[in-house]
């Protein structure tokens, strides 16, 4: 069965720390991984996917097939960051899997 | 506002009474989605749609529920016999089918059954 788990319901840190949002998923062929972010009072957003390989507001995402893990970091927190972070998988063409969510803190 | 809308945005009903809720997705989207998300949880997949076409329903969605896209344009998801565990956010998103396929969500439509 797929599954995504984040074992962190909340993550705080302080502006300017690193940060790193666990996510590990359970399936057995090759899934397309996401993190979604939700702002305080606005809509669930794409954050990035790992097929682009791209940084996005300084955060960047490594599958590692290995472990089955998708941990989103960043260097350098910012107030700005803080939100609700959603690690998802969808095995091509078929329904997307969400995990249940990670509450980002970063305090001044 | 070219984004997915849905209505209504909260919806209070009574346990027993059916609800009905619509989702707008961006104009050339050809697939929409249904989820659920109760609090503390990250959205469930309920089904979802290609064109017209109901391609995938979870077993969550119960017999109480069903959802149509009548013309491949919006959609609509109907609860009948309200349960209060059905309480929870609806979420709407769409996309266009593809490798590179990205989902847009809604608002959410709030559902309180009393």
């Known amino acids: 069965a797929q599954r995504v788990t984040q074992p962190e319901k909340l993550l705080s840190v302080f502006k300017g720390a690193p940060v790193e949002l666990k996510c590990n998923y359970s399936?057995?062929?090759?899934?397309?991984l996401f993190w979604y972010v939700q702002y305080s009072r606005q809509r669930l957003q794409l954050l990035l996917r790992h097929i682009s390989r791209e940084s996005i507001k300084g955060f960047t995402a490594d599958l590692n097939k290995g472990e089955t893990s998708f941990h989103l970091k960043k260097p350098f927190a910012q107030e700005e960051d803080s939100a609700m972070y959603y690690c998802a998988l969808s095995p091509y063409g078929q329904n997307f899997v969400f995990g249940p969510g990670t509450r980002l803190s970063v305090l001044p | 506002d070219t984004g997915v809308s849905q209505n209504p945005r909260h919806k209070i009903t009574k346990r027993g009474q059916n609800v009905t809720f619509r989702c707008d997705p961006i104009s050339e989207h050809n697939r929409l989605y249904w989820y659920r998300q109760t609090l503390g949880q990250g959205p469930e997949f309920l089904t979802y749609f290609q064109n017209e076409a109901q391609l995938e329903k979870s077993r969550l969605l119960s017999d109480r529920f069903s959802a149509e896209r009548p013309k491949g344009s919006f959609s609509t998801l109907e609860i009948q016999r309200t349960e209060q565990g059905d309480s929870a956010m609806y979420l709407c998103a769409s996309s266009i089918s593809g490798s590179k396929e990205t989902q847009y969500f809604g608002p959410g439509t709030r559902l309180l059954v009393l």
């Open positions: 399936y057995s062929g090759s899934p397309e």
